[in-house]
């Protein structure tokens, strides 16, 4: 069956990096889009970054562009991301979540459970 | 930017029919995809590119959209409905969410 694991959460002081993965098992890793989806505490869904299937075209929220790096690595069914300069409002789950496909407005048909990052001195 | 507007909060008697909104501009133009999160849980899928159902949703669930607003229709509302529902699209090369609804039944 399908499933998504993310891992990599944790307790990060203001200005540090976490890399978050998302490893995947059950179906074609590289026949799907990938994207990280953030939910803050007590909010609302907001993406903040998608990638193709070979990781060619790349995507990015205007509140993690320049901070936040994604990435794939197909042999390994494992997406990334690097988190950097992190700040408080930056505070959240972040779930994977797999396109329907490999095409862009597909829905995401499966999510992980979420790993959670708190941004704190 | 693009926004997708949501109504806070619907509720609904067992048995009735719930609808929740979502508004965006020419939002009628766009595949709208529609998701039911339950407390502590991840993420599901439940209508996607408008009305189409995810194998496993119940006939239940429904989605429409024309003009300025999508719409979820859930019929039939089971207590085990209560939960948020979010609409998306993709717009510009960004992933865009309403702020969500919490269905109390």
């Known amino acids: 069956q399908v499933q998504l694991v993310e891992s990599g959460g944790g307790l990060v002081k203001p200005g540090g990096s976490l890399k978050l993965s998302c490893l995947v098992s059950g179906f074609t890793f590289n026949d799907h889009y990938m994207s990280w989806i953030r939910q803050a505490p007590g909010k609302g869904l907001e993406w903040i970054s998608y990638i193709d299937t070979l990781g060619n075209v790349i995507y990015y929220a205007d509140s993690v562009r320049g901070r936040f790096t994604v990435s794939r690595d197909n042999a390994r069914n494992t997406m990334s991301l690097q988190t950097n300069n992190l700040r408080s409002e930056d505070t959240a789950v972040y779930y994977c979540?797999?396109?329907?496909?490999?095409?862009?407005?597909?829905?995401?048909?499966?999510w992980g459970q979420g790993t959670l990052v708190v941004v704190s001195s | 930017s693009y926004f997708l507007t949501q109504p806070p909060s619907v509720s609904v008697a067992p048995g009735k029919t719930a609808r929740v909104t979502c508004g965006g501009n020419n939002v009628g133009t766009q595949s709208v995809h529609w998701y039911q999160q339950r407390p502590g849980q991840a993420p599901v899928l439940v209508i996607y590119?408008?009305?189409d159902r995810p194998s496993g949703i119940p006939e239940r669930f429904s989605g429409s959209n024309s003009g300025n607003t999508a719409t979820l229709t859930i019929s039939g509302v089971e207590a085990g409905d209560e939960a948020d529902y979010y609409c998306q699209v993709w717009h510009r090369s960004r992933g865009v969410f309403g702020g969500g609804t919490k269905l109390t039944v």
């Open positions: 590119d408008n009305n």
């Open positions: 979540a797999r396109g329907q496909d490999y095409i862009w407005g597909s829905p995401h048909d499966f």
